[in-house]
Nanobody, 118 residues
Framework: QVHLVESGGGLVQPGGSLRLSCAAS????????MGWYRRAPGKERELAAR???????DYADSVKGRFTISRDNAKNTIYLQMNSLKPEDTAVYYC????????????WGQGTQVTVSS
């Protein structure tokens, strides 16, 4: 069994910063790409940022220059540093990971709420 545990969400004022973490644990044989997706109220879930095992990154246009994704392969953990936060960044942020136990499967975390408001 695999678990993705997210942390770091909360309430922050516009212009502020937050750092999200997502740690994968369990019967992991190999871990491939990981990423952060978000779902804002009334909207579809969308990609915020993702990172390959080798460290290649991809960002949504709306977060480029403000968010930075990174990973620690030794800890099976990714991070999302979010700076210059805007009210439109308010969403539930979900961690995603492509993991091989017996087979390659996409796993999702439970989500962490990020609220940007004054």
């Amino acid at each position: 069994q695999v678990h993705l545990v997210e942390s770091g969400g909360g309430l922050v004022q516009p212009g502020g910063s937050l750092r999200l973490s997502c740690a994968a644990s369990g019967s992991i044989f190999s871990l491939n790409g990981m990423g952060w997706y978000r779902r804002a109220p009334g909207k579809e879930r969308e990609l915020a940022a993702r990172i390959s095992r080798s460290g290649s990154t991809d960002y949504a246009d709306s977060v480029k220059g403000r968010f930075t994704i990174s990973r620690d392969n030794a800890k099976n953990t990714i991070y999302l540093q979010m700076n210059s936060l805007k009210p439109e960044d308010t969403a539930v942020y979900y961690c995603n990971a492509n993991i091989r136990t017996t087979y390659w499967t996409d796993y999702w975390g439970q989500g962490t709420q990020v609220t940007v408001s004054s």
